[in-house]
């Protein structure tokens, strides 16, 4: 995880992170994943998305407008 940035959405499947991730990539905001995958089942566990402090209000605001579960 980068230093210091915040974690603005959280899931259990990768897959909604990286669409919020592409949510904020198209709004300019880097992203960056954390995925922590459950040992049974890879595709699944908790997966967060950060970004830089900054920018954090910006993103979750994109996100609620966008409608992205956050």
Known sequence: ????WICVFTAIEL????LAE???KQNGIPSHIVNKPDSAIPSLGDAELY????????AVKILVKEKVKV
């Open 22 to 24: 592409d949510v904020l």
């Open 1 to 4: 995880m980068k230093e210091g």
């Open 15 to 18: 897959l909604e992170v990286k």
């Open 51 to 58: 970004v830089h402090p900054s920018q954090a209000e910006e």
